[in-house]
């Protein structure tokens, strides 16, 4: 997973400060983006699966209903 430079600035600034508020540790710029991409890596993909999954489950219960939500009656005009 490819972070924008500056969705990768603020994502190692959030790391350094979380770091530093729960640890008391102080983290150099490039140890912190180490730990960030190995944790994108390792873990990303949990995240990247379960939205793919929800995704499909919403997709999956949008077409389940095709016909009942895009269904126009014909011969209306008399009716108005």
Excluded at 3 to 28: H, P
Excluded at 46 to 67: H, I, P, Q, T, W
Aim: charged content about 30%.
């Amino acid at each position: 997973m490819e972070l924008s430079k500056e969705e990768e600035k603020a994502a190692v600034e959030s790391i350094q400060q979380y770091l530093s508020d729960e640890y008391g540790v102080d983290s150099s710029d490039l140890k912190t983006k180490l730990l960030m991409e190995f944790f994108l890596k390792e873990i990303g993909p949990f995240a990247y699966n379960k939205g793919v999954g929800d995704a499909e489950a919403f997709m999956r219960a949008r077409l389940e209903d095709l016909s009942g939500s895009c269904f126009e009656h014909p011969m209306t005009h008399w009716e108005r």
